[in-house]
C-alpha cells in the first residue's frame, strides 16, 4: 500500500512561485509514475504533468515552460515547482501515483494565486 502526502499549497500573488511535494510511504515508489492534477472549482480534474519512473515529464500546454516537475527516488517525493503563477491556475493540487491497474491519490493541496 502506498500513502500519499502533498504539502506547499498557499497563497500568492500573480508572477509568484511555489514548490509543491508529495511524499510517498511504501517500498515501491521509484517504480510508480507519478503525475500532478488539479481541480478548480466547477470544474474537472485535470492534467498537469506527469513524470516516469525513469524520470521523463510531460506537461500540459497551460503550464508548460512554468511548471517544472521532478523526482527524487531517493526520499520517496516528487515536486512540482510553479513559476510566474495566474490566477488560473488557482486550485486545489493532487499527486497520484500508478503503477499499471494501481493507482493512489493524495488528499490534496490548495493553490490560490491571486491577481
Known amino acids: 500500500q502506498v500513502q500519499l502526502v502533498e504539502s506547499g499549497g498557499g497563497l500568492v500573488q500573480a508572477g509568484g512561485s511555489l514548490r509543491l511535494s508529495c511524499a510517498a510511504s511504501?517500498?515501491?515508489?521509484?517504480?510508480?509514475?507519478m503525475g500532478w492534477y488539479r481541480q478548480a472549482p466547477g470544474k474537472q480534474r485535470e492534467l498537469v504533468a506527469a513524470?516516469?519512473?525513469?524520470?521523463?515529464?510531460s506537461y500540459a500546454d497551460s503550464v508548460k515552460g512554468r511548471f517544472t516537475f521532478s523526482r527524487d527516488n531517493g526520499k520517496n517525493t516528487v515536486y512540482l515547482q510553479m513559476n510566474s503563477l495566474k490566477p488560473e491556475d488557482t486550485a486545489v493540487y493532487y499527486c497520484?501515483?500508478?503503477?499499471?491497474?494501481?493507482?493512489?491519490w493524495g488528499q490534496g493541496t490548495q493553490v490560490t494565486v491571486s491577481s
Open positions: 513524470i516516469t519512473s525513469a524520470g521523463t515529464t
Open positions: 497520484r501515483g500508478t503503477r499499471g491497474q494501481v493507482e493512489y
Open positions: 511504501g517500498s515501491i515508489f521509484s517504480m510508480l509514475r
